[in-house]
């Protein structure tokens, strides 16, 4: 979910879609899918600052299967 949350605070900061992939290592289509709830909830850059956790929380909400808190797999 850090990943995540990480896209969209630097999305959210107004960084571009190239500066994105070049810092983060994120594909543009994986920046378009998790940007994508953010911006159906009317969230667009620039706007009243947020803190890492309500954006932890929204994230939660939209993604809650990448937010499980037991192992994925089996060691």
Known sequence: MIDIVEIL???YAGRSQHELAASLGVDRK???????????????????????????TLVTGWFPELCEAGLRQVS
């Open 9 to 11: 605070i630097h999305w």
């Open 30 to 56: 994986t920046q378009r899918k998790y940007t994508a709830p953010a911006r159906a909830a009317g969230i667009e850059p620039g706007g009243p600052p947020m803190a890492e956790a309500d954006w932890r």
